[in-house]
């Protein structure tokens, strides 16, 4: 069954949660996909995971888009959505249109994500959104705007709860088709998924989101440093680091290959 954005919000309905990773290149994505996995995100978490930048901000559109076009040709069933990358959609919707346009027509992935829900960007989503693009929003912590925020959890205080909730209600009304709740109070996130019609999908948001995402690299013990709302499921870093190392034990002693 290929998944379309209209499940998301059955599933909401129905309370089935949504599951959902990150994927960067074409083994991982097809990993993922095989193992049922309902939404993966080509995240611009893939700068660090991937090309080693030390945050979010250097990746372009074009290294974007050749991750996105690695990552739909292994998948099958899961929806693929695609983040925008920073400076390539606030300066403008026509700027935004331009951008997420790109990564549809280039990649074959069904939807973008970007961050934000001030006015000017509830605006953008509304455009892209008219323009035939589906939007997932993405409030509380956006680590598009680490200068300015930091890393640290958002959403403490009152005002900052009812910002954020106030967002989250705006980028629907604007079109958005689900909601990223990153780093939050799960209390919070609670309210803001009653609140909605789309789908919420948590990261470090609690158990009440009605989805939940990781990175990839996190769940497999491949990060450098994962963020404190991540869980390890396998320590692959380990694994490789021990099978290149008996490669190399094999070959220096001439047992490889034999």
Known sequence: MVIKIRQLIEWKQQ?????????????????????????????DSLARVALGYKNELPLTLDEMIHHAKAVCRGVKQALVLVDLPFLTYQESPQQAIHSAGRILKETGAQAVKLEGGYPAMVETVSRLVQAGIPVMGHVGLTPQSVYQIGLKQQGKTKEEAERILGEAIALEQAGAFAMLLEHIP??????????????TIGIGAGPDCDGQVLVTADILGMGEKSPPFAKAYANLSAIITQAAQDFATEVREKKFPR
């Open 15 to 43: 309370k089935r949660p949504i599951v959902v990773l990150t994927a960067w290149d074409y083994p991982i994505a097809q990993i993922l996909d095989q193992a049922g996995v309902d939404l993966i995100l080509v995240g």
């Open 186 to 199: 799960a209390d919070l996130a609670a309210q803001i998924t009653q609140k909605l019609s789309i789908p």
